[in-house]
């Protein structure tokens, strides 16, 4: 049993500490304590650091191949197809929503949403929220640019819908 006379030498770390017992009862167990969650560190870390760190490295790697693919469909799909001419020749036409879009040119809502999209980050088209619902009309700086009046004004739309050919007269 260790008396208030005692005196005690702990390793820390790499050196040595003198502790006369009479000193402080407390300064002892604040060393003990605190050395003994040191080296109970020293096992747990490693458990648990390189799992996370697995983790992280797995989820970054997942979100840039992620970004690296939106990319890639992004600048494949720059250029404007038949659907897409449909879609603005629906707008032209006062259609302003998905579902007035949508029940005009025969597309699902799904393909004509993802038009829309595309058409509207292209710069083609405005997106207006309001009353829960979303309004589409033409951008007037794509209006000048780089929309093909000729094509739109033309009044003739030919597309391929599911392999199946339609000629709409819009």
């Known amino acids: 049993m260790l008396s208030a006379g005692t005196s005690i030498s702990l390793p820390y770390f790499e050196y040595s500490i003198s502790m ?3 000193e402080s009862i407390s300064k002892f167990l604040t060393y003990f304590i605190s050395l003994s969650y040191i080296v109970a560190l020293q ?8 799992p ?6 797995i989820s970054i790697f997942f979100l840039k191949k992620h970004k690296s693919a939106k990319e890639e469909v992004e600048l494949v799909s720059e250029k404007l197809d038949n659907r897409d001419l449909m879609i603005l020749e629906a707008i032209k036409r006062g259609y302003k929503t998905l579902t007035e879009i949508s029940t005009f040119t025969g597309l699902p809502k799904s393909t004509t949403y993802r038009r829309l999209r595309k058409l509207t980050a292209l710069g083609y088209l ?6 829960g619902k979303v309004f589409y ?3 007037v700086k794509a209006k000048k640019t780089k929309l093909s009046k000729k094509k739109i ?5 030919e597309g391929e819908d599911k392999g199946k050919s339609k000629k709409s007269n819009l």
């Open 126 to 131: 405005n997106e207006d929220r309001g009353y």
């Open 153 to 157: 004004t033309e009044g003739i739309v």
């Open 52 to 57: 996370i760190l697995g983790i992280l490295l």
């Open 43 to 50: 096992f747990v870390i490693p458990i648990f650091v390189i």
């Open 137 to 139: 009309q033409f951008n």
């Open 20 to 22: 006369n017992m009479g």
